[in-house]
């Protein structure tokens, strides 16, 4: 239904496009500015929903065709010869635009598919150090397993599609030999105009710090500018180093790479990765941070800065970086975020010389977040605080209201309490302080014996009844102020069963 403030003719416009050189395949996405950002925790999922769906509508092509869910952009693409590419994404197209007679089944069906195809998924790490710098309502999302995919309804759905596939949030990139004019007037207008995006909330980190993440990859990370003209070498003249200081000279790891993810219009985090080999995680971590200190201190020798040059400038040519390149400029264009022309990093690269890798690392460091897994041995605490990192985990504010006591012979720590007050609900104890503000309340998940509270920071609360003397009307009262929109049902009804739960 159209806004009746927009009327829908005053919106209809061209997608506009970007067209690349490139070899004589012909490859076409069409990229809209939306994903997982885009979702509450709560009902997370459903960008990926909307893709299978189109994908589905699309049906049986004779060529490579495929879509794509990331955490700021969903695209489809195609390739193949001019004429074919044009003829898929126009079908593509009319396959968004039919979605309106979406029915239950069909739904249903890709619910499952998705079901089976994310049963071998995990996130990048990157992704989840990200997360350490925002709440999970921002890209950090990207690293959670949306808890509640298997409950999207139909209208949940195509409140997405309506909102976010259309040709005001679009973009057509194409690469090769151009394809005639590509009649994308399928694609819905915008029912009213796109509600502005608020800037990501970074976690409070004024000093090099560390936190400590139930099972969490070891990741080092900092955060610096995309436009910053010293960030193309830097990055991969870090890749070169602690690639060959953690995994190839210590062999502390299997793998060990640095990657960039987007935090908002301008901020990326420069993350430091590795699956470190048994007890190893520490003993990387240590390694990284004096390794990067003394690069913002010192510098990097000439040859390895040869080597960060050669390999930024390999990235810039390679047809295949090209390409996905291009998409996700154009969804960064879409999404108001810093786009840097591939002529002016070219001249970057060309022009940063080792003092400014040195300068680019120093001003970043004050920055600096380590992640560590919380089996990491205590012990290497002291040797991070004698870098300079603080524990950079606040400790919840004091939690006053209605106390219960545990009952015995269950899984409650010695001396713990729940804690109920009029704003918030909590876990308190000798050695335990966490809760939950109902302001800061993002999903509240129905399993059989009780529920689980989840905060905007990814702090987890599970609350079994059985746990706690006299909660019974406490907790039901609780559950009445929490917003029905934050509740997500209990996985054993779930039409398509969960491997994990």
């Given amino acids: 239904m159209t806004h009746p403030d927009t009327p829908r003719s005053t919106v209809h416009r061209r997608v506009p ?48 065709t495929n879509a794509t869910t990331a955490p700021h952009h969903l695209s489809f693409e195609v390739h193949g010869g001019p004429d074919v590419v044009k003829d898929v994404l126009e079908r593509i197209a009319v396959a968004i635009g039919s979605l309106e007679s979406l029915t239950d089944e ?46 999207l309804t139909v209208s949940e759905v195509l409140r997405f599609a309506r909102q976010h596939l259309v ?44 936190v400590r993440r139930q099972g969490a990859p070891l990741s080092v990370s900092f955060l610096t500018s995309r436009s910053d003209p010293r960030h193309a070498v830097g990055v991969n003249v870090l890749d070169v180093l602690l ?10 790891a299997y793998t060990a790479e640095v990657d960039t993810q987007d ?53 810039l040519d390679h047809p295949g970086w090209v390409v996905a390149r291009a998409h996700e400029d154009a969804a960064r264009a879409l999404l108001g975020r810093t786009v840097v022309p591939v002529a002016e990093e070219r001249a970057h690269v060309a022009a940063t010389s080792a003092a400014d890798v040195r300068g ?16 990491t041995d205590q012990r290497f605490e002291p040797q991070l605080a004698s870098l300079g990192l603080v524990l950079a985990d606040p400790p919840p504010p004091p939690l006053h209201g209605r106390t219960f006591r545990p009952k015995p012979f269950r899984g409650i720590p010695r001396g713990a309490r729940l804690v109920l007050s009029q704003d918030a609900i909590g876990v308190v104890g000798p050695d335990l302080s966490v809760n939950v503000r109902d302001e800061d309340l993002v999903g509240l998940e129905d399993t059989s014996d009780g529920f689980v509270v989840v905060g905007v920071d990814g702090t987890t609360i599970p609350v079994i009844t059985g746990d706690w003397w006299g909660t019974g009307s406490a907790l039901a009262s609780y559950l009445e102020r929490s917003p029905h929109a934050l509740r997500i049902p209990d996985a054993a009804t779930c039409p398509c069963p969960r491997t994990d739960r």
């Fill in 243 to 252: 690639h060959e200081q953690v995994r190839t000279r210590d062999q502390l």
């Fill in 167 to 210: 040709r005001e949030n679009a973009v057509l990139v194409l690469t090769g030999p151009a394809p005639d004019d590509i009649d994308l007037t399928q694609l819905p207008s915008a029912e009213r105009p796109a509600a502005p995006r608020g800037p990501a909330t970074l976690l409070p980190l004024v000093t090099p710090g560390f």
């Fill in 360 to 375: 680019w690392l120093a001003d970043a460091l004050p920055t600096l977040l380590v992640v560590l897994a919380d089996e």
């Fill in 17 to 64: 496009e970007v067209r690349l050189p490139g070899q004589d395949l012909t490859s076409g996405f069409l990229v809209f500015g939306t994903g997982r950002l885009d979702e509450s925790f709560a009902r997370g999922g459903a960008a990926h929903l909307v893709e299978h769906l189109v994908m589905r509508r699309l049906g049986p092509t004779d060529v490579e």
């Fill in 263 to 315: 935090i908002d219009t301008d901020s990326t985090q420069v993350s430091f990765t590795c699956d470190a080999i048994d007890d190893d995680a520490a003993h990387a971590a240590l390694l990284v941070v004096r390794v990067l200190r003394q690069v913002a201190a010192e510098g990097v020798p000439e040859d390895v800065l040869e080597r960060g040059r050669r390999r930024a400038l390999a990235l």
């Fill in 106 to 151: 069909e739904v249903l069906a890709e619910k499952r598919i998705i079901d089976h195809e994310l049963r071998s998924w995990s996130p990048h790490p990157s992704l989840l150090a990200v997360r350490e710098r925002l709440g999970v309502r921002s890209e950090g999302l990207g690293a959670i397993d949306p808890p509640s995919r298997c409950f």
